[in-house]
């Protein structure tokens, strides 16, 4: 009987054992599967020796006839500093600047699918010089076409994309409210997301529709906020700059992920206050919020669980609406 039972007894082991190193073997595997994934779909790498500091006064600019790694995806720069295009310029001679955070300068796709190279194949008669940088913020614009007003006469147009967390990027972290809750919990969740890319992944699928990005920076926009208004100040100098130096000034207002949805748009929107205090300020402008919510799939034109970068349909879908805007 005591044979039997240490018979049983091993044989349950010996299973047991089998199984624990079964599903072992499948939460690494899942791990490595996960990681796969998000190197293809959410790469957030940037290859900081493109960087040129302070190029433009106090603000960092890219460096000249540069290649380098950015979100995954090969990343070259012109002879200005700017996104490669894939058309060669040619003898054009009027040069347009293109203006934006990351989200212009087209993190996460080709430099061939930005919405700058697609218009820069059209465009015969410009150059188009794309030197947004991913941190920029109205602040940043103003050092930028503060150079060139400085520094280059045949810039004959400039298009601003605004995002709206344009208003407070320059500012101190120390002066910005907190996102979230930053307790011991917000810590062991980013503690295991840079040790296993399973819970990560499962984490940015489950919260792939949330809307706390947009909550945060649209709180930025009230009518007396010190930021908002800092942020008007600078676009109406950027206006004021453009205009002294006889080149055309114009802002695309740009939507978040969230904003556009089966459930409608958010009513009071800060793209509307900001289209109104711009309006007020007669400085040219378009707000693309209920156009691209109108188009179809609207969620498809942003990069996997992504509240503000697009996609390469995104991409595509902006050169579009864009080029209207151009002529």
Not at 34 to 39: D, G
Not at 190 to 211: G, H, T
Not at 251 to 258: C, E, G, K, Q
Not at 311 to 317: D, F, I, K, L, Y
């Amino acid at each position: 009987m005591l044979f039997v039972n240490l018979k049983f007894m091993l044989v349950r082991f010996e299973y047991s054992t089998l199984l624990t190193f079964a599903l072992l073997v499948i939460f690494l595997m899942l791990n490595l599967a996960s990681a796969y994934i998000l190197s293809v779909c959410y790469e957030r790498r940037f290859d900081k020796t493109l960087i040129q500091e302070r190029k433009y006064f106090e603000t960092d600019g890219l460096k000249p006839l540069t290649c380098g790694t950015v979100w995954g995806k090969r990343f070259c720069t012109d002879r200005h500093g700017g996104r490669r295009p894939c058309a060669t310029p040619g003898a054009r001679k009027k040069k347009m600047l293109v203006l934006g955070d990351s989200v212009a300068q087209g993190v996460g796709v080709s430099d061939c699918e930005t919405f700058s190279s697609i218009a820069s194949d059209v465009l015969s008669a410009y150059e188009v010089i794309n030197l947004s940088l991913i941190g920029y913020s109205t602040y940043d614009y103003v050092n930028v076409l503060r150079h060139f007003a400085a520094t280059d006469t045949s810039v004959a147009a400039v298009h601003l994309f605004y995002c709206l967390n344009d208003v407070y990027a320059g500012s101190p972290a120390g002066q910005l409210p907190r996102m979230g809750n930053r307790n011991s919990l917000a810590v062991w969740s980013e503690r295991l997301q840079r040790m296993m890319p399973l819970y990560k992944l499962l984490k940015l699928w489950y919260f792939r529709n949330a809307d706390n990005y947009y909550r945060y920076d649209a709180a930025f926009y009230q009518p007396e906020n010190t930021h908002f208004r800092l942020a008007l100040r600078h676009l109406a100098l950027c206006d004021s700059l453009c205009r002294a130096a006889g080149a055309k000034f114009h802002i695309t207002l740009l939507p978040y992920r969230s904003q556009l949805n089966t459930s409608g748009i958010y009513a009071q929107s800060p793209q509307q206050l900001l289209s109104d205090s711009l309006r007020a300020l007669q400085i040219p402008h378009r707000d693309l919020l209920y156009e691209l919510n109108n188009v179809e799939n609207p969620a498809a034109l942003y990069l996997f669980a992504d509240e503000i970068h697009f996609s390469s349909a995104g991409h595509r879908t902006l050169a579009g609406l864009w080029l209207r805007d151009v002529h």
